[in-house]
């Protein structure tokens, strides 16, 4: 089993719907959890992070990590066209390991 | 606006070269990661410094590649020599905060090398 396992998509959404992107984990040592966006050709950026289990919401985008059930969540409300890329999420662990997913691809079709 | 830079952009090498690859954190920052990207490994850490010294390597194939921070404002990943397989983008990130914070990570734009 994979660390970390992310669905390579391409998810395709229409623009204004809210777009649910997932992870889930093997490894209960991961206390920091991530999620980078990637557009083509470029370097991953950092959205958000969240420290254990709970939520975070940053405008548009709404982080989720369930600890029991090594499952984290990105939601993107009101998506728009540019929103399209690759999302990684990632973790870090207690002994500074850190692990990225392979990324979904995301089309916000206008 | 503050931001990681790296040169070069592209390298294409044969087989056998020597490539070396340069990094510029943002300033104050005092983690610098080395990162390796693929279609089928996806994102790769291959090293880390934290205070210009190396603290984790693990990733990196010793035999030929080898990192360095000569100074704060310099980070180097060479490859010596190369292999088709060493075909990616690479990039460099460096962050914040010292012990224990990889969580919050600024990256560049890559290097995307290519050897033939």
């Known amino acids: 089993q994979k660390e970390v396992e992310q669905d390579p998509g391409p998810l395709s959404v229409p623009e204004g719907a809210i777009v649910s992107l997932n992870c889930t984990y093997s490894n209960s040592a991961f206390q920091y959890f991530m999620w980078y966006r990637q557009y083509s050709r470029k370097g991953p950026e950092l959205l958000m992070y969240?420290?254990?289990?709970g939520n975070k919401e940053d405008g548009r985008f709404t982080a989720q990590v369930d600890k029991s059930s090594k499952y984290i969540s990105l939601f993107i409300r009101d998506s728009q066209p540019s929103d399209s890329a690759t999302y990684l999420c990632?973790?870090?662990?207690?002994?500074?390991?850190?692990?990225f997913g392979k990324g979904t691809r995301l089309h916000i079709l206008p | 606006d503050a931001r990681v830079t790296q040169t070069p952009r592209h390298k294409v090498t044969e087989m056998g070269q020597e490539v070396t690859m340069r990094c510029q954190p943002i300033?104050?920052?005092?983690?610098v990661f080395w990162y390796r990207q693929t279609m089928m490994q996806g994102l790769e850490l291959l090293a880390y410094?934290?205070?210009?010294?190396?603290?984790?390597d693990s990733g990196m194939p010793k035999d030929r590649f080898s990192a360095e921070m000569p100074d704060a404002t310099l980070a180097t990943l060479k490859i010596q020599p190369s292999e088709p397989r060493d075909s990616a983008v690479y990039f460099c990130a460096s962050g914040p905060y010292p012990s224990g914070s990889l969580h919050e990570q600024y990256f560049g734009p890559g290097t995307r090398l290519t050897v033939t």
């Open positions: 969240t420290y254990s289990s």
């Open positions: 990632a973790m870090q662990s207690r002994d500074d390991k850190i692990i």
């Open positions: 410094f934290r205070n210009r010294a190396p603290l984790d």
């Open positions: 300033l104050g920052h005092n983690t």
